[in-house]
């Protein structure tokens, strides 16, 4: 109340001001046009009379003078008219006036002198006037002064109400903005006040309320939205504590963001790294005529966010936002995380033709089907190869200019975009600690043996002081293929290459999701089988048991296989049909490519086919939601379903395995896993299955529908222990410890 109270007289005074300041102005302004104005009737009277009176007090008529004087005396707001001779001798007086005036006006002498008319205002008695003096024959013996005599008290009544009116409209102005002010205040700050007020009560008390209800027009809804992030925060930070003093006295541990950093700083000892991607952690798109800063999803941010703040390093990646060129500097650079920087993004730039060839042509129509053995044929061309050799030698290039002036640097390069890129960096900086993870599996040596430059990728990726894949079978797979491919020394004990003096360690590095998943979700008396019955009831049917799956529109991913497996599922057992519904949340992918589109196609087409075959009035097995889906779209689909299908043909990892479980708070669910998944070789509690094998996978789907609730339980417990221990950022803590620990050997690497 007092800063209200504040805020208005603060408001009332400088208005006051502003209105004195003009009153003042304008009350100037009418004294000087009224001045004028009797200045000029004055002088006109006094030429006019000027002539009589000059031939009455030459003729020496001075009663007839006296009469002139008193019969215009009183005109024209004159209070009186006299004359005077060269000695200030009144000749003639106006009767009333004659009594007031005991000497004549000071401006009688001035306008003798000058011989020019002369008016002021002066008190004579106890009355404002106007003095105006003429003088007359001033050139001859006989010189008088004619003097007027206008009254101009009701100047200063205009005046008084000037100010009298001003005062008023003051007056009304002060209550006005007294009121709107306190309107506005109620409005604008106490309501929002009042409402931040509760929402920091409730966030106190642990109640983390929906960032979404914030209005934009409120005034406080940045405050809010940060307060928010720092409960969010908060409560994150004293989960984790929570859960590391329960580890802790189990004997475990848990990684978590923050011991990642810590764990980092030790580590690195002030030592920066340098994150190389193709897909850059920040994107900046134009929505309309404002800029929106996105973050992609994907757990590769996830974990090496925090890595990159503990060091404050460099992320280096294709600048892909139709408006990232307008947000960075001369360098292409540009800090982020955007609400509070900690470390570095630098964009590269690409052409059209450059993102075609390397990017759709060479990686992802060559290197992706070639390293996933999904039995699409990989394409090679010339062209590409040359795109995908010049894209790598532009990454380098960013990735030495940020290498200058920095003592052993650490790199960290991220999957088959750029197999070149280790080399061409160590043959520049050999004292250079130089990583590079390969996110998709690496075939048998015969399969990789099909591409044409199969030598120059291995010869590349070898320059790296540390190659990691996701599993140990994929580490075997790549050193087979360099032991057939390339002259080099094997060390099958230690997984170490060695070509040339220089020596290459093979690992697997299995990587995860950011469990627990922070910051919690708001608590919720729903229930799964709640949950499973809203996102059932908005998808217009009905039905008793829920599948969900969740993919990239992608030929490796067994999409179709999984449908046929649902259809065969219905085919044997009949009594499923009405109650079995699978939901299939696809996110088209690499349209540009045909493959693509073929599967796309394909698996609309499967979808009518087997919906036409079961489907009823109010219920149909098959739901294909084809759109990109976010977290916040999808957990739900998670925390409802009786089980998940994730059949993919041959996958590095496949994370929304882990995504499923990590979203199983209930330790309910079954998750349907191929054994083509590295996911696979971690999540042994899973029904594991052949996607190829139709029959096992129909199989596979009775025995989790029909599976015990203990036993569900039994099972999801099991996996979660397991994602939860080897979370990404236990990940992102094994890589980084065993790059920065690697022993620089000095010794030039020959070129291919």
Not at 14 to 24: E, N, P, Q
Request: proline fraction near 5%; glycine fraction near 4%.
């Amino acid at each position: 109340m007092r800063i209200t109270l504040r805020l208005v007289l603060s408001i009332v005074t400088v208005v006051a001001l502003i209105v004195l300041a003009f009153t003042l102005v304008q009350v100037h302004q009418e004294r000087q046009r009224q001045g004028m104005d009797l200045e000029r009737r004055a002088s006109l009277v006094a030429e006019s009379l000027g002539e009589t009176i000059e031939n009455l007090v030459e003729q020496g008529h001075s009663r007839r003078l006296q009469r002139i004087v008193e019969k215009f005396g009183n005109r024209e707001k004159l209070a009186g008219i006299a004359v005077y001779d060269v000695r200030g001798t009144p000749l003639a007086v106006t009767p009333s006036l004659a009594a007031r005036l005991s000497a004549p006006p000071k401006t009688v002498t001035e306008a003798m002198a000058t011989n020019k008319g002369v008016g002021s205002f002066m008190t004579v008695g106890q009355s404002q006037m106007y003095v105006f003096v003429l003088p007359l024959r001033p050139e001859q013996d006989v010189a008088v002064s004619l003097v007027l005599f206008h009254d101009a008290t009701y100047i200063q009544e205009r005046l008084w109400q000037i100010w009298k009116n001003t005062f008023i409209r003051l007056l009304i102005q002060a209550l006005l903005i007294s009121l709107t002010t306190l309107l506005i205040v109620r409005w604008t700050l106490i309501a929002p006040i009042a409402r931040m007020t509760e929402r920091i009560k409730r966030l106190r008390r642990g109640d983390l309320p929906d960032s979404s209800s914030l209005s934009r027009e409120d005034l406080l809804s940045p405050l809010a939205s940060e307060v928010t992030q720092m409960a969010e925060s908060l409560s994150a930070a004293r989960a984790a504590a929570e859960e590391e003093a329960r580890l802790r006295q189990a004997g475990d541990s848990l990684w978590t963001p923050e011991l990642l950093k810590e764990h980092l700083r030790a580590k690195l000892q002030g030592r920066s790294i340098i994150v190389v991607s193709n897909r850059e952690p920040y994107i900046h798109l134009r929505r309309g005529k404002r800029i929106e800063c996105v973050v992609p999803a994907s757990g590769l941010v996830t974990a090496l966010g925090p890595v990159l703040t503990a060091c404050e390093g460099t992320w280096i990646a294709h600048g892909s936002g139709d408006a990232d060129n307008q947000v960075v500097d001369h360098l292409s650079k540009l800090r982020v995380p955007p609400e509070e920087p900690r470390y570095t993004l630098k964009r590269v730039w690409l052409t059209k033709e450059e993102e075609a060839g390397y990017y759709y042509g060479f990686a992802n129509e060559g290197l992706w089907p070639l390293c996933h053995i999904a039995h699409t044929r990989p394409i090679f061309r010339t062209e590409d190869w040359g795109y995908y050799q010049l894209v790598n030698e532009k990454f380098a290039q960013a990735t030495l200019e940020e290498l200058e002036g920095v003592d052993e640097p650490s790199v960290l390069i991220q999957d088959y975009h750029f197999a070149l890129l280790p080399r061409l960096i160590k043959d520049k900086r050999p004292d250079a600690r130089v990583a590079i993870f390969w996110h998709i599996p690496w075939p048998n040596p015969e399969s990789f043996g099909i591409c044409p430059w199969q030598r120059e990728l291995l010869h590349g990726m070898l320059g790296a002081d540390l190659i990691g894949f996701h599993t140990q079978f994929h580490c075997n797979n790549f050193l087979d293929t360099v032991d057939r491919a390339l002259e080099s020394r094997i060390n099958w004990e230690r997984f170490e290459v060695r070509r040339a003096n220089h020596r290459t360690s093979v690992k697997p590095f299995p990587i995860s999701i950011a469990y627990p998943d922070y910051p919690p979700a708001p608590p919720t008396t729903q229930s799964a089988e709640d949950t499973k019955a809203l996102l059932l009831r908005d998808l217009g049917v009905t039905s008793k048991y829920l599948a969900v799956g969740v993919d990239r529109l992608d030929y490796t991913k067994g999409i179709l296989e999984r449908l046929r497996g649902v259809e065969r599922f219905l085919e044997k057992y009949p009594e499923f049909q009405g109650q079995f519904t699978f939901v299939e949340l696809g996110a088209p992918s690499r349209t540009h490519i045909k493959q693509y589109q073929d599967l796309i196609s394909a698996v609309e087409a499967e979808s009518d086919r087997i919906n036409w075959r079961f489907q009823t009035r109010e219920w149909k097995p098959i739901i294909l939601l084809k759109k990109h889906h976010s977290h916040e779209e999808i957990r739900p689909f998670y925390q409802a379903a009786d089980l998940c299908l994730v059949t993919s043909l041959h996958d590095g990892m496949n994370l929304v395995a882990k995504e499923f479980v990590s979203a199983r708070d209930d330790e309910q669910g079954v998750l349907i896993l191929s054994r083509f998944t590295g996911a696979a070789r971690e999540l042994r509690d899973a029904l594991i299955v052949n996607p190829y094998d139709i029959e096992h996978l129909a199989e596979a789907i009775r025995l989790a529908v029909e599976m015990p609730a203990e036993e569900q339980s039994l099972r999801m417990r099991m996996m979660r222990d397991t994602v939860r221990d080897r979370n990404i950022y236990r990940w992102a803590a094994d890589l980084i410890t065993e790059l920065v620990q690697v022993r620089i050997e000095a010794v030039p690497v020959p070129k291919a």
